[in-house]
């Protein structure tokens, strides 16, 4: 078990370490640090990577330059091993303990543990001897070197941790040397911030590295645009390699979709740190995805969206009543003494029923001749109902005659002058009686009124219906005429 966190550690470290490609920030890793110590020149790359091509049976020789940045001597122990692929694709190297089968195995150190002065450097050289039967294709393997200092304990608790450092080394065997790189998918994960990576995937299929070149920007469904992020890694021989480019939640959060590609140099003939002309792209789009926006922002929406869905649901029930209305109510003409409330009145509806069901709108005037819906049928008139007041008051008058009458003295001669006689207070005259009718409310009203004695509530029930009749009639007749003038209008254009 603790040589297995040992192992997490080593290989912890050395990802780090390797993530960075300038010989400056290696050499700053901790006590001690190393570069190659023959850069190629014109190749910016063999300042931080020792990068060789050769045939099968050649040996070429090198060297690694060790700094110690303490006050103090450091001895240090030098190595070779494997490279080996990390859990997200990324180069790696074994540990010094693992058995070496590769490129580990080609090195040959000049000295396998070194004291550096305080303050100094010191340049230890090797030997790389390329078997006769390797195959083409880039081969990989690490130089490392450990401060015994940075060791990790032999006992204790936790996790034990030891530090070392390492440089990558690129074997090139000539042949067919092929480059090619394949999209495999586009990551999107939402972190706990809230804020979302977009992780290109993509596999090297060729024998050699690429060194890859990756863009990211995402475009909401409104056409607007994030930053272009970019980034440059290595992508090793037969590995899968992702990479994570964060992205700020928008407050309002949205549809978005996000925009990949990736770019590297095509030409076998260049290895690392040469660059052609043949420059490849691939890109690859993802579908839309939502964003989830601030908290904040998400109540306001979901406020705006009940408000919405209300609205829909108000104008649908408004739209099945129009469709009722037309589907079920006859068409009416507008004669010119009508208005609303008597067209509401006539036929047991609201006002404001039949006003909103035609949309008219206010002062709610109808013109001549203009059609509106109306239910199928005229409601019953309530006439007697709507009398009965004058009926009731027509009664009541001619009780108050009869006590009149029953009150006054039976033998008016033996009255004589100048002696008082009880005379009961004379009426007063009956008031003005109106009625209005229903059919005309309310523009026109009809009164009657009686001189003294109260006209009969037949009478009265009579007038009411005869005067509803008529007008009645005189509608009809209004609209049989238009139905005609109509119907000869067809007529003649057809004869036409």
Request: charged share 25%.
């Amino acid at each position: 078990m603790r040589k297995h966190v040992q192992k997490m550690g080593y290989v912890l470290t050395l990802t780090l370490l390797l993530s960075v490609c300038t010989p400056t920030l290696l050499a700053a890793s901790g006590s001690i640090g190393i570069i190659p110590a023959n850069p190629q020149s014109g190749n910016e790359r063999s300042k931080g990577i020792f990068i060789h091509t050769l045939d099968g049976g050649d040996s070429v020789e090198d060297g690694v330059k060790i700094f110690n940045y303490t006050d103090e001597d450091r001895t240090v122990v030098l190595g070779a091993v494997d490279s080996i692929a990390a859990s997200d694709g990324s180069f790696s190297c074994k540990q010094n303990t693992e058995e070496r089968a590769a490129v580990g195995s080609w090195v040959k150190l000049s000295e396998d543990k070194v004291v550096v002065p305080a303050q100094s450097n010191k340049t230890v050289n090797f030997t790389v001897t390329v078997p006769k039967d390797a195959g083409p294709g880039e081969h990989g393997g690490c130089i490392t070197a450990q401060d015994t200092r940075n060791f990790a304990p032999k006992s204790g608790r936790g996790v034990l941790l030891g530090f070392r450092n390492a440089i990558r080394l690129a074997i090139t065997v000539p042949g067919e040397l092929v480059k090619k790189l394949s999209y495999e998918r586009v990551d999107i994960v939402r972190l706990e911030n809230g804020n979302y990576t977009v992780s290109p995937v993509v596999k090297n299929e060729g024998n050699v590295s690429l060194d890859v070149t990756a863009r990211v920007q995402l475009k909401s469904i409104f056409g607007g645009k994030s930053a272009l992020k970019e980034a440059n890694f290595p992508v090793i021989r037969d590995a899968t390699t992702s990479w994570a480019f964060e992205f700020e939640r928008p407050f309002w959060g949205g549809l978005y979709k996000a925009y990949t590609s990736v770019s590297y140099d095509a030409d076998p003939n260049y290895g690392l740190g040469r660059v052609s002309a043949d420059q490849k792209k691939k890109r690859q789009d993802t579908g839309y995805f939502i964003m989830m926006p601030d908290p904040l922002a998400l109540l306001i929406e979901l406020g705006v969206l009940v408000v919405l869905l209300l609205m829909f649901v108000i104008s649908r029930h408004r739209k099945r009543q129009q469709r009722k209305v037309y589907k079920k109510w006859q068409k009416y003409t507008v004669a010119d003494t009508d208005t609303v409330m008597s067209i509401a009145a006539e036929y047991g509806i609201g006002w404001k029923q039949l006003a909103r069901a035609n949309r008219i709108k206010a002062p709610y005037i109808l013109k001549e001749g203009a059609e509106l819906r109306v239910p199928s049928a005229p409601a019953p008139h309530g006439n007697k109902k709507v009398a009965q007041w004058l009926v009731d008051d027509a009664t009541q008058d001619t009780s108050v005659k009869s006590m009149l009458a029953n009150t006054a003295p039976h033998n008016q001669s033996k009255i004589e002058a100048d002696q008082d006689a009880a005379v009961p207070e004379r009426r007063p005259a009956p008031q003005r009686l109106e009625f209005e009718s229903p059919r005309e409310a309310p523009r026109r009203q009809t009164s009657y009124s009686s001189d003294g004695d109260a006209q009969s509530a037949e009478k009265i029930t009579k007038h009411v219906e005869e005067a509803t009749s008529k007008r009645a009639s005189k509608r009809h007749k209004t609209i049989r005429k238009r139905k005609a003038a109509k119907s000869k209008a067809k007529d003649g254009k057809a004869s036409r």
